[in-house]
C-alpha cells in the first residue's frame, strides 16, 4: 500500500477566500482521485488528476472551482475557490496502487474545512 | 458510474458479536472495495473483492458478492471496542478506477 500525507489537515476560513490542499505520496503512482465528504454524507469523487494533463472533472464538478495540479507521479493539489459555507467538507485524496485493473484505491488522511 | 449503497444501519452490538453490514448496486462493477471511516478521519482500505470472486476473507472480516443480485455483505467476526466506526462499500467500474461509494454504515461496538 502507498503512504498518503495530506496538507492541511484542518482549516477554517472566510467566505470568499481560496484554500489549496497538497497530496504527497511516497512512491509513484498512475492514478490520483480528489473526493469530497460533506457533513454526515458519503464520499463523492471530484475528478482525476492527471499527470502532465489536465484533470478529468465528475458531473456537477469544474475547474475554475476545484483546480487541480499534477505536476508529477507523487504529487497533487486542490484548490477550493472562492469558498462559501456549502463548501465546508473533508477533501481527501487516494492513489490507485498496482498494475492491474482490479487496483485497491488507498486514501489519504484527509483535510477537514471550514468555511465561515 | 456505478452506485454503491449500503442498507441504512446504524448498528449497535455488544463487543464480541458479530456485525453484518449489506451494500446494493445498480450497475455492473469490476470490483466493490470496503473502507472504515473512524470519526470523520481517513478511509482505511479493507478488502477488495473481484467481480468474479464471490467471497473473500482477511482477518475477522469476510466478504461476500453475489453479482446476480448485485449485492455484498461484510461481516466482522469476534467485534472489538476498536471496530466502532463508519464503514463504506464503494464500486469500481471497468476500465478506470474511478469508485462510487455507498452511504454508509455507522457501528458502534459496546464494551
Known amino acids: 500500500s502507498a503512504v498518503i500525507s495530506q496538507k492541511p489537515s484542518r482549516d477554517i476560513c472566510q467566505r470568499g477566500t481560496s484554500l489549496t490542499i497538497q497530496c504527497q505520496v511516497d512512491?509513484?503512482?498512475?492514478?490520483m482521485f480528489w473526493y469530497r465528504q460533506q457533513p454526515g454524507q458519503s464520499l463523492t469523487l471530484i475528478a482525476t488528476?492527471?499527470?502532465?494533463?489536465?484533470?478529468?472533472?465528475e458531473s456537477g464538478f469544474v475547474i475554475d472551482k476545484f483546480p487541480i495540479s499534477r505536476p508529477n507521479l507523487t504529487f497533487s493539489t486542490l484548490t477550493v475557490s472562492n469558498m462559501s459555507p456549502e463548501d465546508s467538507s473533508i477533501y481527501l485524496c487516494?492513489?490507485?496502487?498496482?498494475?492491474?485493473?482490479?487496483?485497491?484505491?488507498?486514501f489519504g488522511p484527509g483535510t477537514r474545512l471550514t468555511v465561515l | 458510474s456505478q452506485q454503491g449503497e449500503e442498507d441504512p444501519q446504524a448498528l449497535s452490538i455488544q463487543e464480541g458479536e458479530n456485525a453484518t453490514m449489506n451494500c446494493s448496486y445498480k450497475?455492473?462493477?469490476?470490483?466493490l472495495q470496503w473502507y472504515r471511516q473512524n470519526s470523520g478521519r481517513g478511509l482505511v482500505h479493507l478488502i477488495l473483492?473481484?467481480?468474479?470472486?464471490r467471497e473473500k476473507h482477511s482477518g475477522r472480516l469476510r466478504v461476500t458478492l453475489d453479482t446476480s443480485k448485485k449485492s455484498s455483505s461484510l461481516l466482522i467476526t469476534a467485534s472489538r471496542a476498536a471496530d466502532t466506526a463508519s464503514y463504506f462499500c464503494?464500486?469500481?467500474?471497468?476500465?478506470?478506477?474511478?469508485?462510487?461509494f455507498g452511504k454508509g454504515n455507522q457501528v458502534v461496538v459496546i464494551p
Open positions: 512512491s509513484q503512482v498512475t492514478m
Open positions: 487516494s492513489v490507485a496502487t498496482g498494475g492491474s485493473s482490479y487496483n485497491e484505491q488507498f
Open positions: 450497475t455492473s462493477i469490476n470490483n
Open positions: 464503494a464500486t469500481g467500474g471497468y476500465g478506470n478506477n474511478r469508485l462510487a
Open positions: 473483492i473481484r467481480s468474479n470472486e
Open positions: 488528476a492527471n499527470q502532465g494533463s489536465e484533470a478529468t472533472y
